[in-house]
């Protein structure tokens, strides 16, 4: 069973930055097709960045140049590195895989 726990959100100033963690249990995340997703209330949740089982990392043209994605194998976690972040970056983010999902973490970016 494919499990997925989000972590590291929180509050911070424009410009500041975040790393979230998503820790992973039943696939490993080096075989599997990662991303990050994030959502707002009353929008549906949106692609932010992945990255391949062979490595390759895309991001959404919003947080291009200054989110990272990354991946732990041997912690089996993947990492979402968030840099000067925005207002507009406050939103629920989520991991996922295999269309499963996390519960989620929160991110508020005050300016």
């Known amino acids: 069973q494919v499990q997925l726990v989000e972590s590291g959100g929180g509050l911070v100033q424009a410009g500041g930055s975040l790393m979230l963690s998503c820790t992973v249990s039943g696939i490993l995340v080096s075989l599997n097709d990662m991303g990050w997703y994030r959502q707002v209330p009353g929008k549906p949740r949106g692609w932010v960045a992945g990255i391949s089982s062979g490595g390759r990392t895309v991001y959404a043209d919003s947080v291009k140049g200054r989110f990272t994605i990354s991946i732990d194998n041997a912690k089996n976690t993947v990492y979402l590195q968030m840099n000067s972040l925005k207002p507009e970056d406050t939103a629920v983010y989520y991991c996922?895989?295999?269309?499963?999902w996390g519960q989620g973490t929160q991110v508020t970016v005050t300016s």
């Open positions: 996922g895989a295999r269309n499963r």
